[in-house]
């Protein structure tokens, strides 16, 4: 493994994990004492820092089962670190633990004096309640594991020996893979972010998530893609035909973003029913509104503008800044869709919304290092692997 | 762009440009087989019903129809909805599969754009005769500065839907039309008849095949696929925001946009699959349009098929979780009420036919292709029908509760705009070559049109 050229950069992968634990560790200890000193914030903070994780870690995994699917260049030169992303969710499946502990704090179905007192949560008590939440996420976590290890081990076995074959068996887990998974966070967007409102629903939510998601997987993928090239590794593999193929991806993972984001808010608002309307005169009044714009523009408009430039997007350095950006407002928008719920007609960020993301990412950020050290950068044995590398004349 | 080895060409192997363009010229420029007499007959024949139907509409207007309150939109819509989705697969396959440098679109392009422009015609004919008295459309439909001062309700997505469906019209248009030059220049040079020559030659509107037209027909096509684009979405989002914006239990659902533009693919390339298999067959074009091509458009009906067994989901599962009266009602009277049995039929169709395209056998099967095709197109259409009519026959108040039964005038309109569709689709088959020659010709040599198409982009 040391003689190939698509050899990870262990030293550097070393370094990143560190700082990735030392920063993690130390905000996951002054997030500690904010449990201790106000336990229903910390469960709030939380779970947005868990659903951010949660959707770098998938948002990988389905761009990797989508280019099992389509097949390009672009998805080759990737797949490794969506597969490394995608193999840390055990470690994801670990950060859900503390959730557990927190629900009386977070939803209005978990607290029996409620539940009593209000038609509608009576009516879904069958449904939303402790026991089958928690079963419902342990699978949700289980079949998303499954799949991802499914796929990598593949990938490894196409590592060891060139096998014909193999390319197919993927393509076999991924897509029924792609329809659960769809499926499943469409489940899981209901339980974990919709129920926080006791009343409110609304049909969109589980796709408006999948895309928020494929935009954290491929925003991340492309960070950590300028920081290989940085370090010298896959050197001459990320061309800016490859990169562009990529910004193309963001490009349009932000516009379905919005595009769910606008029809959601474009049927609740003509509609104006009294059962609806509550979500968005709650995310736009009281200093959430200023929320709100702030999401549009930096979630949408500006990075969409620079993403429309081909110079921008064949160019990883610029590219990367765009993700960075995305990066953030993901968590923004994940911010914007539980807060409100807990803090209706007051904007208000508590110092734990902001150490609870960075403890989580950091640990993750750890994990996810040292998956992308076990393997070579680059499938070495896929049969399209020649073809994705060609050096093109007008490349 | 992968190196597949089991996965049939996109070209059956041996042909050079000159077979290419022999092979395809041949099916416009030779003799017209007696079939053809048959087919466009029939076809003609139906698309009267149109006009007679037409006729009898100007005179007593739509009460010829089965509408009524509290069903006032019924079949018609229903056929509006149906034609504009079927339409989306051409655009799809047109713009999107050139950005995207799929180069197995090349031989299907041009007669799924073709079906595109009559599926728009067939829709327009409905949403403009369903206004009732048409004369009167034009003010209440465009905004024109009128010494009145009434102006159309711009909050409304029906205004929106003239805009949309009109802008779609004019940008499918030109695309095909811009995607033929170089190929009515072929047929005006081999033309041997005089007035093949001179009209061929008109429409080819001065093609000579130099390095600056070649450059102005890229940049030309490449443009009209980005704006092409967004309109894949953009008019199936605005058709469904016509049900969605309102607050009619199964209208009023927030997935509707994304559902309604899956849908909308879907039906379009089961249209393209119910179209390619019997043209392939007929005019020898099993080389071109190969096993590839039907099983690539197997598996994007597969997908979307499943996208829409999802928004029929996440519907029973709202009008559930909501605990909304009116929500669960609406459900439990689209399965147990008196339409329960389209509801049933829509799933089989849809839902359940389209689960046998996991199977490799069938994607193989050109006869079992042909059917699902079939079943899925029948399945889109009920798929209207429950959200129309089983939507609005019963809605709050029981007291105004209804039933909607379809006239035969309703189904002379809508056998009559088949008719029409056909009729088009006949004479485009016969006088204009389906399949791109040129492009065709670009795969033979290697000269990868969509390799350049994805450089120029911006």
């Not at chain 1, 490794?80 to 629900?103: C, D, H, K, N, Q």
């Not at chain 2, 416009?28 to 007696?34: A, D, E």
């Not at chain 2, 040079?189 to 509107?205: E, N, V």
């Not at chain 2, 039929?345 to 095709?373: A, D, E, H, M």
């Amino acid at each position: 493994m040391t003689e190939s050229p698509w050899a990870p950069p262990l030293a550097d992968l070393a370094v990143l994990g560190r700082r990735g634990l030392v920063v993690g560790a130390l905000a996951g200890v002054v997030s500690a004492a904010g449990l201790v000193l106000n336990p229903a914030q910390f469960y709030r903070s939380y779970l947005v820092a868990f659903v951010f994780v949660l959707g770098v870690a998938l948002g990988s995994l389905a761009i990797s089962m989508l280019h099992h699917m389509s097949g390009g260049a672009w998805g080759l030169v990737i797949r490794r670190i969506l597969e490394a992303s995608s193999r840390t969710l055990p470690l994801v499946a670990l950060f859900a633990v503390p959730l557990l502990f927190g629900l009386r704090h977070l939803y209005p179905w978990a607290d029996p004096a409620r539940v009593a007192g209000d038609e509608i949560l009576r009516h879904r008590a069958i449904y939303m309640n402790p026991t089958f939440f928690t079963v419902r996420l342990a699978v949700c976590l289980l079949l998303w594991t499954v799949f991802a290890q499914a796929l990598s081990r593949l990938s490894k076995k196409q590592d060891d020996a060139p096998a014909p074959g193999l390319e197919r068996r993927m393509q076999l887990v991924a897509a029924p893979g792609l329809a659960v998974y769809c499926l499943l966070v469409t489940i899981a967007s209901v339980d974990l972010l919709m129920s926080l409102d006791p009343h409110w629903y609304s049909a969109i939510y589980g796709v408006y998530v999948v895309g928020g998601q494929a935009i954290s997987g491929m925003a991340f993928t492309l960070l950590v893609s300028l920081f290989l090239v940085r370090k010298g590794a896959m050197r001459g593999v990320l061309q800016p035909r490859h990169v562009h193929d990529l910004g193309n991806l963001l490009l349009a993972f932000t516009m379905l973003w919005a595009y769910f984001a606008l029809s959601q808010f474009l049927i609740i608002w003509s509609g104006n029913l009294p059962e609806e309307i509550g979500f968005f005169h709650d995310r736009l009044g009281g200093g959430w509104g200023v929320l709100s714009v702030f999401l549009a523009l930096f979630h949408f408009a500006v990075p969409f503008v620079f993403l429309l430039s081909r110079d921008f997007k064949r160019d990883i350095g610029k590219l990367a800044w765009a993700a960075g950006l995305l990066l953030f407002m993901r968590w923004v928008d994940l911010f914007w869709l539980a807060s409100p719920a807990f803090h209706p007609g007051r904007l208000s960020v508590h110092w734990l919304d902001l150490t609870t993301p960075v403890a989580l990412f950091g640990l993750w950020l750890a994990a996810f290092a040292r998956e992308l050290g076990t393997r070579s950068l680059l499938p070495a044995n896929d049969p399209n692997l020649a073809v994705a590398l060609e050096v093109h004349a007008h490349g | 762009m992968s190196a597949n080895a089991d996965r049939p060409p996109v070209i059956a192997p041996g042909y050079t440009p000159a077979t290419v363009t022999d092979k395809i010229s041949a099916v416009v420029l030779n003799k017209t087989p007696r079939w053809w007499y048959v087919g466009f007959a029939i076809s003609f024949l139906a698309a009267q019903l149109l006009f007679i139907t037409i006729a009898k509409l100007l005179v007593l207007t739509v009460g010829i129809w089965g509408i009524n309150i509290p069903v006032a939109w019924g079949i018609d819509i229903v056929n509006f909805v149906w034609w504009i989705g079927i339409g989306h697969a051409g655009t799809l396959i047109s713009a999107i599969l050139l950005l995207l440098r799929q180069t197995w679109r090349t031989s299907i392009n041009r007669f799924a754009e073709a079906m595109t422009l009559f599926a728009v015609a067939a829709a327009a004919q409905f949403v403009l005769f369903h206004t009732g008295r048409q004369w009167l459309a034009v003010y209440w439909l465009f905004p024109y500065p009128n010494t009145m001062g009434v102006w159309p309700q711009f909050r409304s997505p029906l205004m929106w839907d003239v805009f949309a469906v009109s802008t779609y019209a004019t940008i499918s248009a030109l695309f095909w039309f811009v995607g033929l030059i170089p190929d009515l220049a072929t047929l005006r040079d081999r033309s041997k008849h005089w007035f093949g020559k001179i009209t061929y030659g008109m429409l080819a509107m001065g093609w000579r095949g130099s390095a600056r037209h070649w450059h102005n027909y890229e940049t030309a096509s490449l443009l009209l696929a980005g704006l092409a684009t967004p309109l894949v979405v953009s008019v199936h989002t605005v058709v469904s925001f016509d049900f969605a914006v309102g607050i009619i239990p199964g209208w009023h659902a927030t997935i509707f946009p994304p559902y309604f533009v899956a849908g909308a693919i879907y039906s379009g390339f089961a249209m393209v699959m119910t179209l390619a298999i019997p043209l392939r067959k007929v005019f020898g074009l099993e080389d071109f349009i190969t096993m590839r091509h039907l099983q690539n458009m197997a598996k994007i009906m597969l997908a979307t098929g499943l996208i829409v067994a999802y928004g029929y989901g996440i519907e029973l599962f709202m009008a559930w979780y909501s605990g909304n009266t009116f929500e669960q009602y609406m459900i439990h009277n689209r399965i147990l009420g008196p339409y329960g049995w389209i509801w049933l039929l829509l799933l089989l169709c849809n839902v359940l036919t389209p689960q046998f395209l996991w199977l490799k056998k069938v994607r193989n099967s050109v006869l079992g292709l042909f059917f699902i095709s079939i079943i899925v197109n029948i399945g889109m259409w009920l798929e209207r029908f429950v959200i129309i009519v089983t939507s609005l026959h019963r809605d709050f108040l029981p007291s105004s509760w209804g039933m909607y039964t379809p006239t035969r005038w309703d189904w002379s309109f809508f056998v009559g705009t088949l008719g029409l569709f056909f009729s088009l689709m006949f004479l485009f088959i016969r006088f204009l070559p389906v399949i791109s020659i040129f492009e065709m010709r670009g795969i033979t040599t290697g000269h990868d049109f969509e390799e350049q198409a994805g450089e120029v982009k911006p």
